[in-house]
């Protein structure tokens, strides 16, 4: 049965939808049907269809009680709105209905487990967030709530876990058709860490370790974790809250985290070897994959971040953006991350230039645009030293007279920069990522997606990648090059249909 909370959800976002044009909205990203949008949920493949989740609030641009959204896909690409399928409406979930993840059930049935939130008073007449894991089964359109919610508690935490930081489960199914669930937590000094569960039937959960501890060494808090093995490895996911900066390697605030290694099944602990950010840019956070019918692991996330999410005026009827699907690899015990294949089937007019010499600023005739792929080498005589060699080079888009958003690099330090501060925001948010990168053979690649409020980086095959948003008006569809000495490149780009 549709609550009363959830009808009017409903009503309101297919009422106020109307009035949101298709040019403005992101022409092939996932953006909320009205209101504001935030983590990826529930992430899934059901019924023949890709199915996205999101953190959502329908009758506001900025976060409030939070729903969950939900909307479908054939290709990743173009994604089709369905109803809301949660609203926060039940004594277990009152204060919102947190991220979450789904699966299918042998009965055919989609499972759907989630944090809910409930604000307990306190004596000072201040509120603190007790957070408990929930289920709803559901047809893939309509959701009924599990009668014997919540299925995990604070009785559910190890020692010294916070009941207050105890969220965004995820779930799967083992081989022998059996449960298991990787929770977010923190101890009471705030230090994150991953808890794992485990069910016969997806309702009843039992307690089976602490996957991976933080140790003080990446933030504090640890979200939105993701779990799952990954080219003879085992990739843990995460967003750690108040990072600090490692050098160019991690960034302060609310950063993402990749740990690479191997999983002790006997003693059902994670064994870690690697570590990297996810993504370098500005706008990335609470990825969450899924395991693609052909075997691809494919990861989403919410193209956006807690320290920016000020930069639209609130004005606007929507807020919010999931980042272009990715195809995940291990190479070299590293994460790689390519735009998903099913792309290269929306790529239409090509303009290509070879082996091009300049200094200064140059524009290139056909390439402008700002639903584009385009592919790009910069050649480096890493033989030149000092004046001699190339000092910077950079691309700018979403350009006009005043306003235009860039990526640049500077060999010598082998620093690619991305930069949107001059892209029309008329406030000193964060506007400026570095990362180190490193040329290879005498080359650097970088693969640029344009979408109207976007640009996601790939960089050297998919090494790093830098995303962030902007808001430029539409009309700025110039592209431009700069060198700082004598550059040499290689351009392809493609109009996005």
């Known amino acids: 049965m549709v609550s009363q909370t959830l009808r009017e959800a409903r009503k309101y976002e297919e009422t106020m939808e109307k009035c949101i044009g298709e040019a403005a909205r992101p022409a092939f990203h996932l953006c909320p049907r009205v209101g504001w949008m935030n983590d990826p949920n529930g992430f899934s493949f059901y019924k023949g269809e890709y199915h996205l989740f999101y953190q959502y609030y329908p009758y506001d641009s900025v976060w409030n009680q939070m729903h969950w959204g939900h909307a479908v896909s054939r290709d990743l690409l173009h994604w089709t709105y369905l109803p809301a ?167 302060n605030g609310n950063g993402t985290l990749c740990l690479i290694g191997s999983y002790d099944r006997e003693n059902h602990v994670f064994v870690q070897e690697q570590d990297q950010a996810i993504d370098y ?113 950079a691309v700018r888009f979403a350009q006009d007279d005043v306003c235009h958003t860039a990526v640049s690099f500077r060999p010598h330090e082998s620093l690619l920069k991305i930069d949107r501060k001059f892209s029309g925001s008329r406030r000193a948010f964060i506007h400026q990522r570095r990362s180190l990168v490193p040329v290879r053979d005498g080359k650097l690649k970088l693969r640029m997606i344009l979408d109207r409020f976007s640009a996601e980086v790939f960089v050297n095959d998919g090494e790093q990648t830098l995303t962030l948003t902007f808001y430029t008006d539409q009309s700025a569809e110039g592209i431009s090059f700069y060198s700082d000495g004598r550059a040499v490149m290689d351009v392809v780009k493609y109009d996005l249909c």
């Not at 489960?169 to 929770?183: A, F, L, N, Q, S």
């Not at 792309?343 to 140059?362: H, K, P």
Request: aromatic letters at 10%; hydrophobic letters at 35%.
């Open 85 to 251: 399928a949660l609203a926060p409406d039940t004594a277990f979930d009152k204060d919102g209905c947190f991220s979450g993840s789904a699966v299918e059930l042998p009965d055919g049935r989609q499972l759907l487990i989630y944090t809910g939130v409930v604000k307990e008073p306190l004596v000072d007449g201040s509120f603190r967030e007790i957070q408990t894991q929930c289920i709803a089964v559901g047809d893939g359109r309509d959701y009924e709530k599990y009668s014997g919610n919540p299925v995990l508690d604070g009785e559910s935490l190890p020692e010294g876990g916070s009941r207050s930081d105890f969220r965004d489960p995820r779930i799967w199914m083992e081989e022998d058709g059996t449960y298991r669930c990787v929770v977010g937590n923190c101890t009471e000094n705030h230090d994150g860490r991953i808890l794992l569960y485990e069910s016969r039937d997806g309702l009843c959960w039992d307690f089976v370790s602490i996957l991976a501890e933080n140790k003080n060494r990446f933030g504090r808090m640890w979200e939105c974790p993701d779990f799952f093995e990954l080219d003879g490895k085992y990739v843990l996911l995460t967003s750690p809250q108040d990072m600090m900066p490692r050098g160019f390697e991690y960034h």
């Open 281 to 393: 840019g500005i706008d990335f956070y609470a990825p969450q994959t899924v395991l693609a019918p052909d075997g691809r692991r494919i990861m989403i996330g919410w193209m956006q971040n807690w320290d920016t999410c000020n930069l639209r005026d609130t004005k606007h009827v929507w807020f919010g953006q999931m980042s272009l699907p990715r195809e995940l690899s291990i190479k070299n015990g590293r994460l790689f991350q390519r735009p998903v294949r099913e792309l290269d089937a929306m790529r239409g007019r090509e303009v290509r230039y070879e082996n091009v010499a300049f200094e200064g600023i140059t524009r290139l005739p056909g390439v402008t645009g700002r639903r584009i792929d385009m592919e790009l080498v910069l050649h480096v005589d890493e033989s030149l030293q000092g004046e001699r060699g190339l000092q910077k080079f």
